[in-house]
């Protein structure tokens, strides 16, 4: 059974800061993982999404790597925006069935 | 145009009353799946329907009954709602193809409180 931790479960740090949300995953045989945004209240909006084939994928940002043999990913924020405040989650795809992570949540302070 | 709907946004009800929840997506996708969040924020699937065919049933109560009449639509309509049944429901879909980019795209959600 699929099993997916992000650590930490809650962060804050000062604006403009960089910053590394992980990821983990029990099962690497996994078809991608994707990571998510949501807002209070709101729904999940995707960020980006890796093959598993793929070793990182990046918009603005925002980068993902994805590590399959150690189950492991990381999105890493860069110049960190008050706008970035939000849950961030990761999701993986196995077959049939994707999984979520328990979240981050994310403060910058502005 | 919204990719995928889902209706109501809100919905406050009395235990016991029999509710639906619809969801609709017109981005042409074969796989469509309700995932339940709870208080703590942990997103759990609780169905998936590859054109109109249950596919995952996750151990839900069948109190829960999922309806796909065709590929766009998946309805979940709940019997006999319980306290423990409050939560947000979020409909999903992606389009599933071998080797593809099978992003899975959300609602925004239903937020069920069940009084």
């Known amino acids: 059974k699929q099993e997916v931790t992000q650590i930490p479960a809650a962060l804050s740090v000062p604006e403009g800061e960089n910053l590394v949300l992980n990821c983990s995953f029990t099962d690497s045989a996994i078809y991608n993982l994707q990571w998510f945004r949501q807002d209070p209240g709101k729904g999940l909006t995707s960020l980006l999404l890796i093959q598993s084939s793929q070793r990182e994928q990046t918009s603005g940002r925002l980068n993902a790597s994805l590590d399959k043999s150690s189950g492991r990913s990381t999105l890493y924020i860069a110049a960190s925006q008050p706008g970035d405040s939000a849950t961030y989650l990761c999701a993986v795809r196995g077959y049939q069935k994707v999984t979520f992570g328990t979240g981050t949540k994310l403060q910058v302070i502005p | 145009d919204t990719a995928v709907s889902q209706t109501p946004k809100y919905l406050v009800t009395q235990m016991g009353n029999d509710k639906s929840i619809k969801c609709e997506q017109n981005?042409?996708?074969?796989?469509m799946y309700w995932y339940k969040q709870d208080s703590k924020k942990f997103l759990k699937i609780m169905f998936s329907?590859?054109?109109?065919?249950?596919?995952i049933n996750e151990t839900v109560p069948n109190r829960f009954s999922p309806k796909s009449p065709d590929k766009a639509h998946l309805n979940l309509h709940i019997n006999s709602l319980e306290l423990g049944d409050s939560a947000v429901y979020f409909c999903a879909s992606s389009q599933d193809r071998a080797g593809g980019d099978e992003k899975l795209f959300f609602g925004s959600g239903t937020q069920l409180s069940v009084l």
């Open positions: 981005l042409g996708h074969d796989t």
């Open positions: 329907y590859n054109n109109k065919e249950l596919i």
